[in-house]
């Protein structure tokens, strides 16, 4: 299973603008108390699905996306105007790390569970991960109007809009082991000269059925791939030998 590691480290160098590559395990929460969340988790899981949008079917995650929209441009003006835009994108990525764990998604959007006891999760979860005040505030927020359901779609449409604003190229490399940091600067490099932005964003992904080698997703919600790994290479072969399609070198 494909695990995300986000850390930002900045690369700078004398020609290209800044590189940006997130890499490294997140901060380990040690949720106490006595929540007991995993509890919920089987009781709520097919809710999760459904919870994104009032509407149903593609209206109502037309609607979702628009309101998660909504809440990240907002968010983002405050992190322009207090001048954290790069660690309240760092915070939300934290974020979403957190919200992944189904027993913590399960247990902000149980109806069952009281506000004050969801409060107390997101004061440990801030103190754990030392979330700045105005995210911690806008996740209270979130909690208020009963839209923390949202938060991964938030992250997602928060990071374009910081993309944006910094004329920033995200770019999703997947490889069996941790590459390098040269390596994945390279990489970032590579990108820039492709789409031609000013700064590039390395997210690193971990996917053991590569084999080996590695993939670079980049371009509007990921629409372009370069596909080096072993896997691909394999398939190919596969497919080759399917159709018969294999040229013999005469001797």
Same mark, same amino acid.
């Given at each position: ?28 929460? %040690? ?8 509890? *919920?988790? !089987?009781? /709520?899981?097919? #809710? &999760? ?79 754990? %991960? ?8 806008? *996740?209270? !927020?979130? /909690?208020?109007? #009963? &839209? ?104």
């Amino acid at each position: 299973m494909a695990a995300l590691q986000q850390t930002p480290i900045t690369f700078q160098s004398r020609s290209p603008p800044p590189i940006q590559i997130i890499t490294g395990p997140v901060a380990k929460l %040690s949720f106490s108390g006595g929540l007991k969340l995993p509890k *919920l988790t !089987i009781k /709520l899981r097919s #809710k &999760r699905i459904s919870h994104r949008g009032s509407g149903g079917g593609a209206l109502g995650a037309k609607m979702a996306d628009s309101a998660a929209g909504s809440y990240a441009n907002a968010l983002a003006d405050v992190a322009k105007s207090n001048g954290t835009l790069e660690q309240t994108t760092a915070d939300l990525e934290k974020l979403e790390k957190i919200f992944d764990d189904e027993a913590v998604y399960n247990f902000f959007v149980s109806p069952i569970v009281g506000l004050e006891k969801k409060r107390e999760l997101v004061d440990e979860i801030v103190s754990s %991960s030392s979330i700045q005040p105005h995210v911690a505030n806008f *996740l209270n !927020i979130l /909690l208020d109007m #009963k &839209r923390v359901e949202l938060i991964k779609d938030i992250v997602k449409e928060f990071e374009k809009v910081y993309n944006t604003i910094t004329d920033t190229e995200l770019a999703v490399v997947t490889s069996v082991v941790t590459l390098e940091s040269q390596h994945l600067a390279q990489i970032a490099k590579g990108v820039q000269r492709l789409t031609g932005s000013k700064n590039v964003r390395i997210k690193t992904v971990i996917d053991e059925s590569l084999v080996a080698g590695f993939t670079i997703r980049y371009g509007s919600s990921g629409s372009k791939l370069i596909d080096m790994s072993v896997k691909k290479q394999l398939e190919d072969i596969a497919a080759q030998l399917e159709i018969g399609d294999i040229q013999l070198a005469a001797i």
